[in-house]
Nanobody
Framework: QVQLVESGGGLVQAGGSLRLSCAAS????????MGWFRQAPGNQRELVAG???????DYTDSVKGRFTISRDNAKSTVYLQMNTLKPEDTAIYYC?????????WGQGTQVTVSS
């Protein structure tokens, strides 16, 4: 049984920073890719950043240079450091653990950026 628990969301002014955390339990975390997704009202869920088991990362263009994804395998936790936040970053943020052929999702954490 895989469980993912996100934390770290909140309300922040434009230009501010937040750090999201996603703690995984129930499986061998270090062997699998992780990702952060977000979904704004009326929009589809989109990939924000991903990190492979080996630590390779990729980002959607709109967050490059502002967001950083990282992982701590000893703590079975993936992080998303978000800097220079913009109102358009407002969304519910979800982490995903990919264990082929399955995807596991957390419950989401709200990020609201005020202008």
């Amino acid at each position: 049984q895989v469980q993912l628990v996100e934390s770290g969301g909140g309300l922040v002014q434009a230009g501010g920073s937040l750090r999201l955390s996603c703690a995984a339990s129930g499986r061998t975390f270090s062997r699998h890719a992780m990702g952060w997704f977000r979904q704004a009202p009326g929009n589809q869920r989109e990939l924000v950043a991903g990190i492979s088991s080996g630590g390779s990362t990729d980002y959607t263009d709109s967050v490059k240079g502002r967001f950083t994804i990282s992982r701590d395998n000893a703590k079975s936790t993936v992080y998303l450091q978000m800097n220079t936040l913009k109102p358009e970053d407002t969304a519910i943020y979800y982490c995903k653990l990919r264990v082929p052929p399955y995807n596991y999702w957390g419950q989401g954490t709200q990020v609201t950026v005020s202008s």
